[in-house]
C-alpha cells in the first residue's frame, strides 16, 4: 500500500508531499489540472520511463520518494535482495534526476541502497499496478487478449507455456542445424578445399615462435656484416686492453692510476674507497676486453647461413602478407586445424538431424496440447466470471466469449485467442476491439481488472480516468466497482465523474496556480525569465464542506445552490451505498 510520496520538481511540481488513505482515493480537478502528472510521479518514483523533460523547467535536478507498506509477499521478496525493510515493513523507493549535457541522468534507491532499474520493476510489479489512459486501445490486441487469458488461468497454464515456449525453442534449434546442413553442403565442400591448403601452407612453414621474424631479421643484419663487427671488436679490443700505437689503454691507463692511489692510500685511508672502485673498474675493463676478443675470434662469414635466413626471412613474409602478423598467423593456424576437423568428421549426418528434428516436433505439439485444453478451461471460467463482473456496470445483457482456433505452433502455444462481445441483446459476437464503444471499452478494462483483483499482487491498483466516455448510471456502476475494489486493494483513482468522487474514502483536489517565478526556493528568478510560473497543488479534502463543493464544481462547474444540493445528495448516496456494500461484504 503507498503511504506517502514526496515530489521536487518534477513536470509542473514545485514541492509536494501526499499521504494516501488505504481504500479509495480520488484525486478530481479540471481537465489539464495536472492529475496524471502524481501518476506519473508514481511510475517514475519506480522506475518507470521519463525523459529530460521530466525535470521542471529552471531546475537541475528532481527528486521522487513513495513509501510503500509492504505485505507478506513483498517483504519476503525484499529479504531476498539483502534488503532491510524500514520500521519491520516500509519499503521507501526514492529517484533522483539530474539534467546533464548528455540528457538526463538517473539514480534509484531502496531504502538507501542504490539499485539497478531491474530491481526497481521488479519490485514495481509487486506494490502497483498502473491503467493508464489510451490502454482500452490495446484491449482489442490479441497478444494482450492471450495474456490476460493465460493469467488468469494460473501457476498451471503458465507452466504449461513454459514448457511450450521451451519445446518451441527446441525445435526451433533442431529446425535450423537441419536447414543449416541442407543448404551448406556445397559451402562446406568449398571450405574444406580451402581449409586443407591453408592448413598444408602453414603446416610446411612450421610456424612455432611469434618473435621468429624478429629474430631473423636481427640475425641477417649481423650476418651482412661480419667484417665490420670483426674490425670494429679488435679496436675495441685495443681501446680497452691492448694498443699497439703510442696511445695507452684504458687499461693501461687504469693500472697507473691504481698503483698511484695505492701510494696514496698509505698516507689517507679516505682514499681507500676511490682506489676500491678503480679496482673494480680496471677488473670490469679487463673482463670486457676478454669478452670483446673472443666475439671478434669467433665471428665468420658464412654466405650459406646468410642465404637460409634470407629466405626463411622471404617465407615468413609471405605468410605474414597473406594471414597477418606472425602472433596472429599461429594463432589461425590452431584454429582452422580445428575447424578442418570438425569438417572432416562431417558432424551430425543428415538423418539424424531429420529425427531430432521431428521428436522436437512432436514434442512441441503435445506441449501445445496440454496448452490448449488448459486455455479452454480456463476460458470457460473467465467468460463467466467476466460477464459477471459487467452486469452490474448497466451491460446486464452482454455476452462475451473466448474464441480458440488452431493455429502454427508459436512459443505461445498454437491458439489464436480473439475476445467477442455482443453489449446489446440480438447482435451477434464480434472481436472486442472491432465493436466496443469508448465507454464500453473503459467498462470492459474495469472489470477485467476485478476479474484479476484476487490473483493480483501488486497491492496497490491506480487508474487514470477509467471512468472516459461514460456518465450518469454506467458512472455510478463503476464507482461501486472501484469501491469493491477497494475492499481488497488500495485504489488511486483519477476521475471527472462526481458520482465516482463521491464514493472516495480520500479525496483530493488537484489544479494550477500561478507564482512568482523564485518565490520557490529551488529556482532563481534571474535565470528563468518570465515573472511567472506556474505550479500544480493538491488538496486534501477533509470535511464535508470542502467536497460538496468539489463536487458540486465537477457537476456543473460552479459552486451553485442547485449544484451544492445535488453535491451533498451525492454524498448522502454514497455514504447509504458504502455502508450497504459493508454489510454484504
Same mark, same amino acid.
Given at each position: 500500500?503507498?503511504?506517502?510520496?514526496?515530489?521536487?520538481?518534477?513536470?509542473?511540481?514545485?514541492?509536494?508531499?501526499?499521504?494516501?488513505?488505504?481504500?479509495?482515493?480520488?484525486?478530481?480537478g479540471?481537465?489539464g489540472?495536472?492529475?496524471?502528472?502524481?501518476?506519473?510521479?508514481?511510475?517514475?518514483?519506480?522506475?518507470?520511463?521519463?525523459d529530460?523533460?521530466?525535470i521542471?523547467?529552471?531546475?537541475?535536478?528532481?527528486?521522487?520518494?513513495?513509501?510503500?507498506?509492504?505485505?507478506?509477499?513483498?517483504?519476503?521478496?525484499?529479504?531476498?535482495?539483502?534488503i532491510?525493510?524500514?520500521?519491520?515493513?516500509?519499503?521507501?523507493?526514492?529517484?533522483?534526476?539530474?539534467?546533464?549535457?548528455?540528457?538526463?541522468?538517473?539514480?534509484?534507491?531502496?531504502?538507501?541502497?542504490?539499485?539497478?532499474?531491474?530491481?526497481?520493476?521488479q519490485?514495481?510489479?509487486?506494490?502497483v499496478?498502473?491503467?493508464?489512459?489510451?490502454?482500452?486501445?490495446?484491449?482489442?490486441?490479441?497478444?494482450?487478449q492471450r495474456?490476460w487469458?493465460?493469467?488468469?488461468?494460473?501457476?498451471?497454464?503458465?507452466?504449461?507455456?513454459?514448457?511450450?515456449?521451451?519445446?518451441?525453442?527446441?525445435?526451433?534449434?533442431?529446425?535450423?542445424?537441419?536447414d543449416?546442413?541442407?543448404?551448406?553442403?556445397?559451402?562446406?565442400?568449398?571450405?574444406?578445399?580451402?581449409?586443407?591448403?591453408?592448413?598444408?601452407?602453414?603446416g610446411?612453414?612450421?610456424?612455432?615462435?611469434?618473435?621468429?621474424?624478429?629474430?631473423?631479421?636481427?640475425?641477417?643484419?649481423?650476418l651482412?656484416?661480419?667484417?665490420?663487427?670483426?674490425?670494429?671488436?679488435?679496436q675495441?679490443?685495443?681501446?680497452?686492453?691492448?694498443?699497439?700505437?703510442?696511445?695507452?689503454?684504458?687499461?693501461?691507463?687504469?693500472?697507473?692510476?691504481?698503483?698511484?692511489?695505492?701510494?696514496?692510500a698509505?698516507?689517507?685511508?679516505?682514499?681507500?674507497?676511490?682506489?676500491?672502485m678503480?679496482?673494480?673498474?680496471?677488473?670490469?675493463?679487463?673482463?670486457?676486453?676478454?669478452?670483446?676478443?673472443?666475439?671478434?675470434?669467433?665471428?665468420?662469414?658464412?654466405p650459406?647461413?646468410?642465404?637460409?635466413?634470407?629466405?626463411?626471412?622471404?617465407?615468413?613474409?609471405?605468410?605474414?602478407?597473406?594471414?597477418?602478423p606472425?602472433?596472429?598467423?599461429?594463432?589461425?593456424?590452431?584454429?582452422?586445424?580445428?575447424?578442418?576437423?570438425?569438417?572432416?568428421e562431417? %558432424?551430425?549426418? @543428415?538423418?539424424?538431424?531429420?529425427l *531430432?528434428?521431428? $521428436?522436437?516436433?512432436g /514434442?512441441?505439439?503435445? +506441449? &501445445?496440447? =496440454?496448452?490448449?485444453?488448459?486455455?479452454?478451461?480456463?476460458?470457460?471460467?473467465?467468460?463467466a466470471?467476466?460477464?459477471a463482473?459487467?452486469?452490474?456496470l448497466?451491460?446486464?445483457?452482454?455476452?462475451f466469449?473466448?474464441?480458440?482456433?488452431?493455429?502454427?505452433?508459436?512459443?505461445?502455444?498454437?491458439?489464436?485467442i480473439?475476445?467477442c462481445?455482443?453489449?446489446?441483446?440480438?447482435?451477434?459476437?464480434?472481436?472486442?476491439?472491432?465493436?466496443?464503444? %469508448?465507454?464500453? @471499452?473503459?467498462?470492459?478494462?474495469? *472489470?477485467?481488472? $476485478?476479474?484479476?483483483? /484476487?490473483?493480483?499482487s +501488486? &497491492?496497490? =491498483?491506480?487508474f487514470?480516468?477509467?471512468?472516459?466516455g461514460?456518465?450518469?448510471?454506467?458512472?455510478?456502476?463503476?464507482?461501486?466497482?472501484?469501491?469493491q475494489?477497494?475492499?481488497?486493494?488500495?485504489?488511486?483513482?483519477?476521475?471527472?465523474?462526481p458520482?465516482?468522487?463521491a464514493?472516495?474514502?480520500?479525496?483530493?483536489?488537484?489544479?494550477?496556480?500561478?507564482?512568482?517565478a523564485?518565490?520557490d526556493?529551488?529556482?532563481?528568478?534571474?535565470?528563468? %525569465?518570465?515573472?511567472?510560473?506556474?505550479?500544480?497543488?493538491?488538496?486534501?479534502?477533509?470535511?464535508?464542506?470542502?467536497?460538496?463543493e468539489?463536487?458540486a464544481?465537477?457537476?456543473?462547474?460552479?459552486?451553485?445552490?442547485?449544484?451544492?444540493?445535488?453535491?451533498?445528495?451525492?454524498?448522502?448516496?454514497?455514504?447509504?451505498?458504502?455502508?450497504?456494500?459493508?454489510?454484504?461484504?
Amino acid at each position: 500500500m503507498l503511504l506517502s510520496l514526496r515530489i521536487e520538481n518534477f513536470a509542473l511540481i514545485d514541492c509536494l508531499d501526499l499521504e494516501f488513505g488505504p481504500n479509495l482515493n480520488v484525486f478530481t480537478g479540471e481537465t489539464g489540472a495536472g492529475k496524471s502528472i502524481i501518476l506519473d510521479a508514481i511510475d517514475a518514483a519506480l522506475g518507470g520511463k521519463v525523459d529530460r523533460r521530466a525535470i521542471r523547467t529552471g531546475a537541475a535536478r528532481s527528486i521522487l520518494e513513495a513509501t510503500f507498506e509492504l505485505d507478506k509477499l513483498a517483504a519476503t521478496w525484499l529479504s531476498e535482495q539483502e534488503i532491510e525493510p524500514i520500521d519491520g515493513n516500509l519499503a521507501v523507493c526514492s529517484r533522483e534526476l539530474t539534467a546533464s549535457s548528455g540528457g538526463l541522468r538517473s539514480r534509484s534507491r531502496l531504502n538507501g541502497i542504490l539499485v539497478n532499474r531491474q530491481v526497481m520493476e521488479q519490485l514495481r510489479d509487486r506494490l502497483v499496478e498502473i491503467t493508464a489512459q489510451g490502454q482500452t486501445v490495446q484491449l482489442g490486441q490479441e497478444s494482450l487478449q492471450r495474456e490476460w487469458l493465460d493469467l488468469y488461468g494460473g501457476t498451471t497454464l503458465t507452466e504449461a507455456r513454459s514448457q511450450v515456449a521451451a519445446a518451441w525453442l527446441t525445435a526451433s534449434q533442431a529446425k535450423t542445424a537441419l536447414d543449416s546442413r541442407r543448404q551448406s553442403e556445397q559451402q562446406r565442400l568449398q571450405r574444406l578445399d580451402l581449409l586443407e591448403y591453408q592448413v598444408r601452407e602453414l603446416g610446411e612453414a612450421q610456424i612455432e615462435d611469434g618473435g621468429e621474424l624478429e629474430h631473423l631479421e636481427q640475425e641477417s643484419i649481423r650476418l651482412s656484416h661480419v667484417v665490420e663487427l670483426q674490425q670494429q671488436s679488435y679496436q675495441v679490443y685495443q681501446a680497452l686492453y691492448q694498443n699497439d700505437g703510442d696511445t695507452a689503454s684504458a687499461a693501461d691507463l687504469l693500472s697507473k692510476a691504481e698503483e698511484t692511489l695505492t701510494d696514496m692510500a698509505v698516507y689517507d685511508l679516505q682514499l681507500q674507497p676511490i682506489l676500491d672502485m678503480v679496482n673494480d673498474a680496471l677488473a670490469q675493463v679487463t673482463e670486457a676486453s676478454r669478452q670483446i676478443s673472443s666475439y671478434g675470434e669467433e665471428l665468420e662469414a658464412d654466405p650459406e647461413k646468410l642465404e637460409e635466413v634470407e629466405d626463411r626471412i622471404r617465407q615468413l613474409k609471405q605468410i605474414c602478407r597473406k594471414y597477418g602478423p606472425l602472433k596472429e598467423a599461429i594463432a589461425y593456424y590452431h584454429s582452422i586445424q580445428n575447424e578442418l576437423n570438425e569438417l572432416l568428421e562431417g %558432424g551430425e549426418s @543428415m538423418e539424424a538431424l531429420e529425427l *531430432a528434428y521431428q $521428436a522436437a516436433v512432436g /514434442q512441441l505439439k503435445d +506441449a &501445445s496440447s =496440454l496448452l490448449t485444453t488448459l486455455r479452454r478451461e480456463a476460458a470457460l471460467q473467465l467468460e463467466a466470471h467476466l460477464v459477471a463482473e459487467l452486469k452490474p456496470l448497466a451491460m446486464e445483457k452482454v455476452q462475451f466469449q473466448v474464441e480458440m482456433a488452431a493455429c502454427d505452433p508459436t512459443a505461445t502455444g498454437a491458439d489464436r485467442i480473439v475476445f467477442c462481445f455482443s453489449p446489446n441483446p440480438g447482435e451477434p459476437l464480434q472481436p472486442l476491439g472491432a465493436i466496443a464503444s %469508448g465507454g464500453e @471499452m473503459s467498462r470492459f478494462l474495469l *472489470a477485467i481488472k $476485478a476479474c484479476f483483483s /484476487q490473483i493480483a499482487s +501488486a &497491492s496497490t =491498483l491506480v487508474f487514470d480516468e477509467i471512468d472516459a466516455g461514460v456518465s450518469g448510471k454506467v458512472a455510478g456502476a463503476i464507482a461501486k466497482k472501484l469501491y469493491q475494489l477497494s475492499d481488497k486493494h488500495q485504489v488511486l483513482c483519477v476521475t471527472h465523474q462526481p458520482l465516482i468522487a463521491a464514493m472516495a474514502d480520500s479525496h483530493f483536489r488537484v489544479n494550477k496556480q500561478t507564482i512568482p517565478a523564485g518565490s520557490d526556493i529551488n529556482e532563481d528568478a534571474g535565470n528563468l %525569465g518570465p515573472i511567472e510560473r506556474t505550479v500544480v497543488r493538491v488538496a486534501a479534502l477533509n470535511s464535508q464542506l470542502s467536497r460538496r463543493e468539489e463536487l458540486a464544481q465537477l457537476a456543473s462547474g460552479r459552486s451553485a445552490t442547485e449544484a451544492i444540493a445535488f453535491a451533498e445528495s451525492l454524498l448522502v448516496q454514497a455514504a447509504s451505498l458504502r455502508e450497504t456494500m459493508a454489510n454484504d461484504r
